[in-house]
């Protein structure tokens, strides 16, 4: 068996045995390309699909009513994109990848097996899904109540937490996002991403090299947003027993 990225990020949960795996595996046997910038899936059109990411980063947008754009959600390897549509017919975001990248397409009705034959596996998607959710409070907890340098540390600390749970040796992460882009998921504009970037690296909490970010004090950056890591540990306690 071939660990994928996919395998690799659920099993960080729960462990995945090979009936699981086998019918995860379908997920990822179609493969395509993208280039930093495409656009994947326009909103509104069908959605039909989910994807599995392979490798890059891809982010999910809306626009607001003045035309100004919202990112809603970033996509890393193992992330499966596409549950917030599962309940619709049409796409709810325009999907785009922010670096180069390979998704992996599946239709909705493979979700069926996964239901049926692996339940742990399901229950793991359900709540990774309902964690999404939680997620989406926190950034509008970020966005709409604190300074641009607590906005960006949260926006750093929640990177940093989800690329731990498949490199937690690694003490760095690379950070594709332009800073229109990373303005645009927290409600900032490109000066204020500059300003609060310098500052907090002049305060010593981060430190830039080469795209790479590295927190030099989760502690007191945590503290200083009010930050909880949603993705190290969940509970499931409750999940259905290993076949």
């Known amino acids: 068996m071939i660990e994928s990225c996919l395998y690799h990020k659920l099993s ?14 379908q997920l990822e046997e179609n493969e395509e390309p993208y280039c930093a910038d495409t656009v994947v899936r326009e909103i509104g059109t069908s959605a ?42 049409k796409a709810c975001d325009t999907l785009v990848a922010a670096s180069d990248g390979i998704l992996c397409p599946f239709p909705k009705q493979h979700l069926r097996k996964v239901f ?18 939680v997620l989406l409070t926190d950034l509008v907890k970020a966005t709409g109540r604190m300074s641009a340098r607590e906005k960006l540390a949260y926006f750093l600390l ?51 090299q080469n795209g790479d970010i590295t927190i030099l004090n989760p502690a007191d950056m945590a503290a200083m947003c009010d930050f909880q890591d949603r993705h190290d540990q969940m509970d499931v306690s409750w999940f259905p027993a290993p076949r």
Do not use: M
């Open 12 to 25: 960080h949960y729960v462990e995945i045995d090979d009936n699981s795996w086998d019918v995860l595996a």
């Open 158 to 208: 929640e990177l940093d937490a989800r690329h731990r749970v498949t490199h937690p040796s690694n003490a760095s992460f690379t950070l594709p996002l332009n800073q229109s882009e990373i303005g645009d998921t927290i409600g900032l504009t490109n000066v204020y991403v500059s300003k609060s970037l310098v500052a907090l690296e002049d305060e010593g909490l981060i430190s830039r």
């Open 48 to 89: 039909d699909e989910l994807f599995v990411v392979k490798s890059g980063w891809f982010y999910s947008f809306v626009l607001l009513p003045d035309g100004r754009r919202q990112i809603v959600s970033i996509c890393h390897p193992g992330d499966v994109v596409g549950f917030a549509d599962i309940a619709y017919h």
């Open 116 to 133: 049926t034959d692996t339940p742990r596996v399901a229950a793991l998607l359900f709540t990774l899904a309902v964690r999404d959710q």
